[in-house]
C-alpha cells in the first residue's frame, strides 16, 4: 500500500477537518490511517470520490467512529490512493459532517486526545451561532478584479439583479434574509465560498435571493463571467436543468429557515392530500425530472417535520451521483400529490440509460465551475442543519 500514498504529515500542522477538506477538493479515493501514542489502535477513513463513506476507530464503526477521530489532536497521519470497496455508512454531506463533528468537539462530546486544536476547516460562529461553510482551495485563473469591503457594508441586496460573481479571498460574510420583522441571519461564508447564483449564467439572469454583509474586512475576487458563462453554455442540457434545480434548492432551504425562525411553517397543511414517493432512510437510486405536479421535501427531526423544499416542474427528485446535499434519500422524504408525472433522468440500476452521465459532465468541468457546485451542496446541506436547529429551539 505504501506505493500508493500520497499525502503523510502530523495532526498538530493539519487537522482533520483540513485533511477532510484537502482530499474533498481533490475529489479523492482511497483510505486515511491515523495513528496516535494516545489511543489504542488506528482509525480508519474510507474515502470514495472525495466523500468519507465509512470509518473505524478502537472498537467503533461507521459515523461513531469518523466523529470520534475528530477528536485526535496529536498524532500522524497517511492517506493512500486505492480502491474502495468498504460498504457506506457514513451519508451525510462532507461539509455538515464537519460542522457537526466540530460542534460536538466545542461542547465536549467527543473526546479529545492530544494537546488543544489549532484549527479547523468548519465551525460554528460562537458570537452569532451560526454555521461557518468554507469553499475549496481558489483557482486563480479565474479571477478578473479584486474588491474590499469595510465591516458591516452590504455586498449584495436581496432582490437586486446581478449576473457576477464573486470567490471569497479572505474574510467573513453573513447571508441575511429580509422579513416585515427585520432580517434574519442564516449562515456564513468564508474563504473559498462563492457570492452569487448559477441563474446569473442563464439567458434570463436573476435576481439576489439573500443580503451577503461584510462580517469583517472582506477580500472577494471577481470571477470571469464570460468564461463562465460560456462553460455554462456548453453543459448538456440536462445536466444544465439539474444545475439549475440545485440552485432553486439552496433558494427553497434558505427560506425554510425563515418560515420556522417566524413560526410560519405548516406542514400538515402542506402535506395534506401527498404521499411520500421516496423514504427518509430508503435506497434510491433513480434521479427524476417533475414534468407535471408538485412535490415537497420533508425532513423528520426529533422536534418534528421540518419542510426544506416545495418542488414542481423542472426541478428534480432522487440521488445526485457528483454532490452531496443532504436531502433523499438518506435524510429526506419526498412527498408527491397524484398529478405527478416524472422523467427518468438517470438509474444506477439499469443500463437502458447513460448511468454515468451526470458524473460524466460533472468530471468535464473546471475546478472552478466544480468549485461552485459543490459549495452549492454545502450551503444546501448546512443550511439544512441550521432549519434542524431552528426547529429545536422553537
Not at 443580503?211 to 455554462?232: F, H, K, M, N, P
Request: hydrophobic share 40%.
Amino acid at each position: 500500500m505504501q506505493e500508493n500514498l500520497v499525502l503523510a504529515g502530523d495532526l498538530k500542522f493539519l487537522t482533520l477537518g483540513d485533511i477532510i477538506q484537502l482530499l474533498g477538493t481533490n475529489g479523492s479515493t482511497g483510505v486515511l490511517k491515523m495513528v496516535s501514542k494516545y489511543a489504542p489502535g488506528p482509525g480508519m477513513i474510507y474515502i470514495d470520490n472525495g466523500n468519507p463513506i465509512h470509518a473505524t476507530a478502537t472498537s467503533m464503526t461507521g459515523k461513531d467512529a469518523l466523529y470520534s477521530l475528530f477528536g485526535w489532536l496529536e498524532g500522524k497521519y497517511s492517506f493512500n490512493e486505492i480502491a474502495v470497496t468498504a460498504d457506506r455508512t457514513v451519508k451525510k454531506n462532507r461539509m455538515e459532517l464537519l460542522l457537526d463533528a466540530l460542534s460536538m468537539l466545542d461542547d465536549g462530546l467527543i473526546e479529545k486526545l492530544g494537546p488543544p486544536e489549532k484549527g479547523a476547516a468548519g465551525k460554528i460562529d460562537k458570537k452569532s451561532g451560526l454555521p461557518l461553510v468554507k469553499g475549496a482551495f481558489i483557482d486563480y485563473m479565474y479571477i478578473v478584479d479584486e474588491e474590499g469591503f469595510y465591516p458591516k457594508s452590504k455586498i449584495v441586496a436581496e432582490g437586486n439583479h446581478g449576473n457576477w460573481m464573486w470567490v471569497i479571498l479572505g474574510g467573513e460574510v453573513e447571508i441575511v434574509k429580509k422579513t416585515e420583522d427585520g432580517t434574519i441571519p442564516v449562515l456564513r461564508i468564508t474563504d473559498g465560498s462563492f457570492i452569487g447564483s448559477m441563474a446569473s449564467f442563464s439567458m434570463q439572469g436573476s435576481s439576489r435571493s439573500a443580503t451577503a454583509i461584510a462580517v469583517g474586512e472582506v477580500q472577494l475576487g471577481v470571477l470571469d463571467s464570460q468564461r463562465l458563462s460560456t462553460e455554462y453554455s456548453m453543459m448538456h442540457q440536462k445536466f444544465k436543468e439539474v444545475v439549475i434545480s440545485l440552485d432553486n434548492r439552496l433558494r427553497g432551504v434558505t427560506n425554510s429557515v425563515v418560515d420556522i425562525t417566524m413560526g410560519k411553517q405548516n406542514p400538515e397543511e402542506k402535506l395534506e392530500g401527498l404521499a411520500p414517493l421516496i423514504n427518509q432512510g430508503d435506497t434510491f437510486a433513480q434521479l427524476l425530472k417533475i414534468t407535471k405536479g408538485r412535490a415537497v421535501v420533508v425532513k423528520d427531526t426529533k422536534s418534528g417535520r421540518i419542510i426544506l423544499n416545495e418542488l414542481s416542474e423542472g426541478d428534480f427528485i432522487g440521488s445526485l451521483p457528483f454532490v452531496n446535499f443532504s436531502h433523499e434519500p438518506e435524510e429526506a422524504t419526498v412527498y408527491v400529490n397524484e398529478e405527478l408525472e416524472t422523467e427518468e433522468v438517470q438509474n444506477f440500476q439499469t443500463e437502458e440509460l447513460d448511468a454515468d452521465l451526470m458524473s460524466k459532465e460533472f468530471e468535464k468541468l473546471s475546478v472552478t465551475m466544480k468549485n461552485i457546485l459543490e459549495n452549492i451542496a454545502d450551503c444546501i446541506a448546512v443550511t439544512t442543519r441550521q432549519a434542524v436547529e431552528t426547529k429545536k429551539k422553537m
